[in-house]
């Protein structure tokens, strides 16, 4: 049966003041009398039951019950705090005192209309401070839907809505960018409310280990030297930057080296855990191409891998023996030349080789054929020759 509490429908602003949430509190006590425990109050950003009693009690038990866990806590104070869960999913509350005949249950249920709530909701850190959060419209939520995000990082700091939200086609909010984000160990706390001019919209809610959802940058200062007597490459690099760790033994290090010429397959990365690695099949003839990544290992940091570094180039020696070749045929056929030239000019006429060439004749210097037959008529009567007869008298 209720008792004097009855049925509390409550709405919830928790410092929302321009779009409040919408929740039902349900509590009933049992037992034979009437239940000291009242006034039960949750906040569930902090996950926080707590109430009043109009008796002293040196030990309460408190239980919370949701859809996938069930969790138990023994105070000495009305006062219990839950490791975080998402309240949009419904939770169940019981109070009871030790050897007493009586307890509270309490019921929380979200309140708005069935599949208004966001979908698919996710965030990712990168580039060491800056973080994205998207989502998708609830399935059955009115066509003038607007979401609200809210936020709240670390223990002690305020919600905070989003400054930068990401819209679609239809100006509905469907994401937010935040700069600045800091990374602790606690867990942050994401609330995603709605409003609507004809309905109640459902609200969602989530808490996220922000260092398990960061993308971790690529290795720092990479650096190759190589040797080929003894051959071999020395591999060195510093730890990608993070806003909240600074161990360097918290990294795993995935080292890819591929050589140029040969398929992806073959080259499969080398998980290392210092800062420095020996590549010791080295081949000065042939190209290489290294790039590094990182993940966490036993620390507070995610260990899917990161980022793959900028491809760093080395190796590729030149091969001279071409040049070689290459220079000796040029010097033979110049050497083949220059001795041909020399002896066709030491015994042979360039007359004899080469036949003459007619030129053509030149009309303005040319006698013409009758200036030819008078020089040959001319030339007749210049070679007559006068005979004179000298006879002897008797």
């Known amino acids: 049966m209720f008792d004097t509490l009855g049925l509390i429908c409550m709405i919830w602003s928790c410092m929302m003041l321009f779009h409040p949430l919408h929740a039902d509190i349900q509590c009933m006590g049992s037992g034979a009398q009437e239940s000291p425990i009242m006034n039960v109050k949750i906040d569930w950003i902090k996950t926080e039951l707590s109430w009043e009693s109009n008796k002293n009690y040196s030990i309460y038990k408190c239980t919370m019950e949701s859809q996938k866990e069930s969790t138990e806590k023994e105070v000495n104070s009305p006062l219990c705090t839950f490791p975080g869960r998402h309240m949009h999913e419904g939770a169940s509350f019981i109070i009871e005192v030790p050897n007493a005949n009586f307890s509270k249950s309490c019921t929380f249920i979200r309140g708005g209309m069935n599949g208004s709530a966001i979908e698919n909701f996710s965030c990712v850190i990168y580039n060491v401070s800056l973080m994205n959060c998207t989502w998708q419209a609830g399935r059955n939520a009115p066509a003038d839907t607007q979401y609200f995000l809210y936020w709240k990082n670390l223990r002690g700091d305020n919600e905070v809505e989003c400054e930068l939200y990401i819209k679609d086609e239809n100006g509905r909010n469907t994401g937010c960018r935040f700069q600045n984000v800091r990374i602790g160990d606690e867990e942050a706390y994401f609330l995603v409310n709605g409003s609507s001019n004809g309905s109640v919209i459902q609200f969602y809610d989530k808490y996220i280990q922000l260092y398990k959802i960061e993308i971790l940058t690529p290795p720092l200062n990479v650096t190759v030297s190589c040797t080929t007597h003894p051959a071999g490459c020395i591999i060195t690099w510093q730890p990608p930057l993070t806003s909240h760790m600074k161990t360097e033994t918290c990294f795993l290090y995935g080292i890819s080296i591929k050589n140029k010429d040969e398929p992806e397959e073959k080259n499969q990365p080398v998980e290392v855990r210092n800062h420095s690695y020996t590549f010791q099949n ?59 030239f020399c002896f066709f000019k030491r015994y042979c006429s360039s007359k004899s080789i080469f036949f003459p060439i007619p030129q053509p004749r030149d009309k303005f210097n040319a006698s013409t054929d009758e200036d030819m037959q008078i020089k040959y008529v001319s030339l007749q009567k210049s070679c007559i020759e006068e005979i004179t007869v000298v006879e002897e008298m008797t």
């Not at 080295?282 to 290294?290: D, F, P, T, V």
């Not at 790039?291 to 620390?299: D, F, L, M, Q, S």
């Not at 995610?302 to 190796?315: A, M, P, Q, V």
Request: hydrophobic content about 40%.
């Open 282 to 340: 080295y081949n000065e003839k042939k190209e290489y191409l290294l790039k590094i990544r990182a993940r966490g290992r036993n620390c507070l940091i995610n260990e899917s891998w990161g980022e793959w570094s900028k491809t760093i180039k080395f190796g590729g020696g030149k091969d001279y023996s071409i040049f070689v070749i290459l220079f000796l045929i040029a010097l033979g056929t110049i050497s083949v030349t220059l001795l041909s």
